[in-house]
T-cell receptor, first 112, second 114 residues
Framework: GENVEQHPSTLSVQEGDSAVIKCTYS??????FPWYKQELGKRPQLIID?????GEKKDQRIAVTLNKTAKHFSLHITETQPEDSAVYFC???????????FGKGTRLSVIA | DSGVTQTPKHLITATGQRVTLRCSPR?????VYWYQQSLDQGLQFLIQ?????ERAKGNILERFSAQQFPDLHSELNLSSLELGDSALYFC????WGKGKETQYFGPGTRLLVL
């Protein structure tokens, strides 16, 4: 069935270090992979997304990589700052024009 | 600001009661989605509407129902409320179709059932 697995569920890093969150998906026909950041009590906000015809996309300190063969994609945050502390959700589309399927989230804590 | 609005921001009610949550999508978006997020949990997809029609259904309880009106705003009705229904309820909107899948979330309605 349609499934997105996200790891790890929690992640603590020292300020200035890098953080990596990985998601795997079950449908090889998936073609859109967004990442959302949700601060405590706030709405999820799109921070970066990638489509299946691209292997990597970067926006300042944030990058997403996609490996279609292995069916996984990852979020990379470099030079982490305390304001990066939040829950991050990955998501993917599946065939059949269905809505996004979200991973269960990763709680990132950046320790100053 | 995503352009998606939700009212009310907060709602406190008692078990057994019924409430209605309202969502207005971004200008131009035809699709509306409802999600439930319990404390420290992920986003549980409830239901999607597209241009007034139900498009996809997730793990929505029979006590819950939704609709999308001709002006494209949507309402989520929760009835016979239980303590476990206390959660953040998000609405999101998008265009629809390939290349238009990005969902934009509203600020949410925090429901507390006592």
């Amino acid at each position: 069935g349609e499934n997105v697995e996200q790891h790890p569920s929690t992640l603590s890093v020292q300020e200035g270090d890098s953080a990596v969150i990985k998601c795997t998906y079950s449908d090889s026909a998936s073609n859109y992979f967004p990442w959302y950041k949700q601060e405590l009590g706030k709405r999820p906000q799109l921070i970066i997304d990638i489509r299946s015809n691209v292997g990597e996309k970067k926006d300042q300190r944030i990058a997403v990589t996609l490996n279609k063969t292995a069916k996984h994609f990852s979020l990379h945050i470099t030079e982490t700052q305390p304001e990066d502390s939040a829950v991050y959700f990955c998501a993917a589309t599946f065939s059949g024009n269905t809505p996004l399927v979200f991973g269960k989230g990763t709680r990132l804590s950046v320790i100053a | 600001d995503s352009g998606v609005t939700q009212t009310p921001k907060h709602l406190i009610t008692a078990t057994g009661q019924r409430v209605t949550l309202r969502c207005s999508p971004r200008s131009g978006d035809l699709s509306v989605y409802w999600y439930q997020q319990s404390l420290d949990q992920g986003l549980q997809f409830l239901i999607q509407y597209y241009n007034g029609e139900e498009r996809a259904k997730g793990n929505i309880l029979e006590r819950f129902s939704a609709q999308q009106f001709p002006d494209l705003h949507s309402e989520l009705n929760l009835s016979s409320l239980e303590l476990g229904d206390s959660a953040l309820y998000f609405c999101a909107s998008s265009l629809w179709g390939k290349g238009k899948e990005t969902q934009y979330f509203g600020p949410g309605t925090r429901l507390l059932v006592l």
